[in-house]
């Protein structure tokens, strides 16, 4: 009988796309999917060390298996992966809640990891391999994709801007290209195998250059993606801003399946935060972006990233923080307080002194705010009608499935009873009819069923 393997991944967009890449691996290996912790031989933790509060998911995740493992006697080969085994290391081995680690693996290492389990299996001892690699490639079709409506493609592994607070360059690596011609290939074969979305993965997604084409940037990137027959929406995070220029503002403006929407992450507010923090781009810098990309493209979304608290912020900085988030009108945020992070400048340097308080009441206080601008916005799209791409079938509630808009709000709306399934990877035109601060509520529109309507 075939062994059995589950996966839990926590994290970024990245992580859950290493994991469909460990899947495809264990699948090719003879693995099969398990049903749960109980049925599995082999559990794989893909982990997140992006904050504190990330990383120490792993340790009760660990603790939990260990009662598992007392109450019933289960005893599956554990594999840790992602960022923290990638930051710990073997040292991991030391700090494991009670729960022994059979193997550690490095973020680069993803390929390794029949072999290791097949080492591990054998040896009383634990493997560890976080060692470095530059080749970036993958082998086409591998990935055992969890979505059937959006495909994740990276395009950049690793990144060399060092901002003060990110331990990405610590656990992701340097900077490295994948080759025009494999995303390429891997996007057309996600359309082949019926995705109808792609999501452009990379640290700072809009620095590629092709390795294999030195003309070849981010925004000829995108519209070789466009080409591609079969593709209906492009989507792509994380730009950074300071390699946001004209042409991939007239990028995301012309290519027609390019989603109106992009994730801009500012981090702060206020320029002496940003340049402790070495963003490299300036509050007034920000916004004069943002001002052309509104002036181009006036009906795009935007969302960011925002962290609070950060060791020297005051509470005038807090308020360019506040001042800037109305200022744009994010269309969603990411907000997280400042937690100091294994290796990266502030934790080495810089004293956290915000108090743990002041930064939940600053936290709060920034998300009330940005709750209240998701609601006015979404207020302006009653009574409208949205393209949404339906993403969530399998998962109706209540009678509803849900998609997303081109500006990536979520869209829910009844459909009559029955199979919701033929739903899925459909553009249908939606009567907006209510909004809430998270997401908005509608009507298909009169003769669409779920054969729905082409394009988005
Ligand atoms: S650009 Fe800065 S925040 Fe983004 S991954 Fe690189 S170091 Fe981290």
Redesign the pocket.
């Known amino acids: 009988m075939a062994k059995k393997y589950l996966i839990e991944t926590f994290g970024c967009q990245m992580n859950v796309h290493d994991s469909e890449r460990m899947a495809g691996l264990l699948d090719q290996a003879g693995y099969e999917p398990a049903g749960d912790e109980r049925d599995a031989d082999l559990i794989v933790i893909n982990t997140c060390s992006v904050r504190e509060h990330a990383e120490d998911k792993l340790y009760t995740r660990l603790g939990e298996l260990r009662v598992l493992g007392e109450e019933t006697g289960h005893r599956p080969l554990v594999a840790v992966a992602g960022c923290v085994a990638q930051q710990e290391g073997a040292a991991l081995l030391r700090n494991t809640n009670g729960h022994v680690i059979d193997i550690v693996m490095g973020t680069q290492r993803l390929r390794m990891l029949p072999a290791l389990v097949e080492r591990a299996e054998r040896s009383p001892f634990p493997e560890v391999d976080i060692s470095p690699m530059d080749d970036v490639s993958f082998p086409l079709g591998m990935a055992r994709r969890a979505d059937p409506v959006k495909a994740y493609v990276t395009i950049i592994e690793g990144?060399n801007?060092?901002?003060a607070?990110?331990v990405?360059?610590y656990t992701r690596g340097r900077e490295r290209m994948r080759r025009r011609a494999d995303i390429l290939d891997e996007v057309r074969q996600a359309v082949d195998s019926g995705c109808r979305e792609i999501q452009l993965l990379g640290?700072?997604v809009n620095h590629y250059r092709a390795p294999d084409d030195p003309q070849c940037d981010f925004a000829q990137v995108l519209a070789e993606v466009n080409d591609v027959p079969g593709v209906q929406r492009i989507r792509f995070a994380?730009p950074?801003p300071r390699h946001a220029g004209t042409r991939l503002i007239e990028a995301v403006r012309d290519l027609p399946r390019v989603c109106k929407h992009m994730h801009l992450?500012v981090?702060s507010g206020s320029t002496r935060i940003l340049e402790a923090m070495r963003?490299r781009h300036t509050r007034e810098e920000y916004l004069d972006l943002v001002r052309r990309i509104r002036e181009a493209i006036p009906d795009i979304a935007l969302s960011t990233d925002m962290i609070v608290g950060f060791p020297g912020e005051t509470a005038a900085d807090f308020e360019q923080t506040v001042s800037l988030v109305e200022q744009v009108g994010y269309h969603s945020m990411f907000s997280f307080k400042y937690s100091p992070r294994p290796n990266t400048l502030a934790s080495k340097r810089m004293t956290d002194e915000v108090s743990e308080a002041e930064k939940t009441a600053r936290i709060v206080a920034l998300q009330a705010r940005q709750r209240d601008i998701q609601l006015r916005l979404h207020e302006r799209a009653v009574g409208t009608t949205v393209h949404v791409l339906v993403d969530s079938a399998g998962r109706r509630r209540d009678g509803e499935i849900s998609g997303r808009t081109t500006g990536n709000t979520v869209v829910n709306f009844p459909v009559p009873a029955g199979e919701p399934g033929p739903w899925m990877g459909r553009t249908v035109a939606v009567g907006i009819r209510r909004a809430g601060p998270n997401s908005l509520w509608g009507e298909a529109a009169a003769g669409q069923t779920g054969g729905g309507v082409a394009g988005a």
């Open positions: 990144c801007d060092y901002c607070f990110c990405v360059p640290q700072i994380s950074h992450p981090q963003r």
